[in-house]
């Protein structure tokens, strides 16, 4: 009970983050869920989660959307999303963890990477949808690696917040689909993911009211910090057999 409170708890600031930057939710709770209920059981709970909270930020922001761009990301993305998801469920759970690590820990490096001075092209973002999609079937949370993404593309402010969580969005949701189709989304699954989706989603409606009051560049240092922790608690696990 109190392992389950704690997960409320870590939700309710993943959200309230999330909210402000589009993107660290999953970065916080994923070590969270894979130490509360095995790799195996955890991705899936937190993809229903993804979903209850990407809804949220989709009506926060509906308005700034920008849909040619949504578009562009969108539909490369969720074809390469279920592939993505269908590689998951074949994977050994001491392979997850480590996968899911060694991936967060890969994406400092590929945050560092000297953003071009010229904005992206709407095919450039459906490549990126593409391999980023792909990533997010398999890996779950690659929101710090579409975030540059759509800022490359020129999206700041509400119009990147709306856009990124509407992409996302469609990605979660075929990611939960073909969860469903291959019998990996029990009721309990659906079930816990709408309770730490719920507090994801208090979070972001909390997270949007701070908006702009903050530098942007003080929540690059955090995402950082939060991309190391998950990565480093993940290897760990597979290491222990934690999973």
Not at 70 to 88: D, E, F, W
Not at 227 to 232: A, E, K, N, R, Y
């Amino acid at each position: 009970m109190f392992s389950f409170f704690l997960v409320l708890v870590v939700g309710l600031v993943a959200g309230c983050l999330s909210g402000v930057i589009g993107t660290g939710s999953s970065l916080m709770l994923l070590p969270v869920l894979t130490y509360q209920f095995g790799p195996k059981h955890a991705v899936p709970v937190m993809a229903v989660a993804a979903v209850i909270a990407n809804v949220s930020r989709v009506v926060a922001w509906w308005r700034e959307i920008d849909w040619k761009a949504l578009l562009a990301y969108a539909a490369p993305g969720v074809p390469a999303a279920v592939l993505g998801a269908r590689t998951l469920l074949a994977l050994p759970p001491r392979w997850i963890d480590a996968g899911l690590g060694l991936f967060f820990l890969s994406m400092l490096a590929l945050r560092r990477l000297r953003p071009s001075s010229r904005p992206m092209p709407l095919w450039g973002l459906s490549l990126c949808g593409a391999a980023i999609g792909f990533l997010t079937g398999l890996v779950l949370s690659t929101g710090p690696l579409s975030v540059p993404v759509f800022t490359s593309y020129g999206l700041v402010g509400g119009p990147f917040l709306g856009t990124e969580a509407a992409s996302a969005l469609a990605l979660y949701l075929s990611k939960v689909t073909t969860f469903r189709e291959f019998g990996a989304l029990s009721a309990d699954v659906v079930l816990q993911g709408l309770i730490v989706g719920a507090s994801l989603m208090a979070g972001t409606f909390f997270g949007k009211s701070i908006v702009g009051r903050i530098p942007a560049n003080r929540y690059a240092h955090v995402v950082d910090a939060l991309i190391l922790c998950s990565g480093v608690s993940l290897v760990w696990a597979a290491l222990t057999g934690n999973a």
